[in-house]
């Protein structure tokens, strides 16, 4: 009968081959979800065997998504991986969405410390070729190791105060950051520089560099190094004439003329 056909699926979501032995996966289903907590966590461990369990989630979270996507990341795909019950799981996360939100968080909490080493306290000294590199490369090094990064925070196209997930939340939070960086950068580089068309030209770089590492990211190996010189190319070019002042350029040609000489008499 149909009722019967219907209920066979269920039944292989709990075989031995899909999930762990009976006594070690209860509870099978996850607990209802507290719509209330702050972050992602259905419990915070407090002790480092805990802390170190839910490391051993996000990694094989971070490991299913880059070999099988994002919508493989089931929680019966992540505990498989982790080589632990599922249970275990719903022990520190209410469901599968928060593991990927707290893999978010950790790679949120990465790249905002590669912000601070990437940014110099004093741009000036620095030539601006040097100056691209010193941010573009360190964030080019985190996508070679993170090849899940991209995934979790994939572009959406949708409202830009859309809330509705904590990756897409901390994805523009952090651009709107990196952007923020990049104006006050640019702001000590050329004083003069108008804070409408600062803001712009820190804007469009942002832009420039998150597609293409993007698109690096989603590239074969032989492309990689291509695609990075060309980023670096088109940034110099786009940045030269913004955080080069042209007065800077116009009192080195004026040492370079030919002081008139004196007639003599």
Same mark, same amino acid.
């Given at each position: 009968m149909p009722a019967k056909r219907a209920s066979r699926p269920a039944a292989r979501e709990t075989s031995p081959a899909a999930s762990p032995p009976a006594s070690a996966q209860t509870p099978v289903s996850p607990p209802p979800a507290d719509a209330e907590s702050p972050d992602a966590y259905r419990r915070r461990p407090r002790q480092s065997r805990g802390q170190a369990r839910v $490391?051993?989630?996000?990694? *094989?979270? *971070?490991?299913?998504? @880059? $070999?099988?996507?994002?919508? @493989? /990341?089931? *929680? $019966? !795909?992540? @505990? #498989?991986? !982790?080589?632990? @019950?599922?249970?275990?799981?719903?022990?520190?996360?209410?469901?599968?969405?928060?593991?990927? /939100?707290?893999?978010?968080?950790?790679?949120?909490? %990465?790249?905002? !410390?590669? +912000? %601070?080493? /990437?940014?110099?306290?004093?741009? +000036?000294? #620095?030539p601006l070729d040097r100056l691209i590199d010193r941010i573009v490369k360190p964030l080019a090094e985190f996508h070679d190791t993170h090849p899940a990064f991209r995934r979790v925070f994939a572009t959406v196209e949708g409202p830009g105060d859309d809330t509705r997930s904590a990756p897409t939340r901390l994805r523009a939070q952090l651009f709107d950051s990196f952007v923020d960086r990049l104006d006050v950068l640019f702001s000590a580089r050329n004083p003069k520089l108008a804070t409408r068309d600062r803001r712009r030209v820190a804007l469009v770089a942002a832009t420039l560099g998150q597609s293409l590492l993007a698109r690096r990211g989603r590239a074969v190996a032989a492309e990689k190094k291509p695609l990075l010189d060309d980023l670096r190319r088109i940034l110099l070019a786009y940045l030269q004439p913004v955080l080069e002042p042209p007065v800077v350029k116009a009192k080195a040609d004026r040492k370079a003329e030919p002081k008139p000489t004196a007639k003599k008499r």
């Open positions: $490391e051993l989630l996000l990694d *094989a979270a *971070a490991t299913v998504i @880059a $070999e099988q996507g994002l919508h @493989a /990341a089931t *929680a $019966e !795909a992540i @505990a #498989l991986k !982790a080589r632990t @019950a599922k249970g275990s799981l719903y022990q520190f996360f209410p469901n599968r969405d928060a593991v990927l /939100a707290a893999l978010a968080l950790r790679y949120a909490d %990465e790249m905002r !410390a590669i +912000h %601070e080493r /990437a940014f110099p306290i004093d741009p +000036h000294g #620095l």
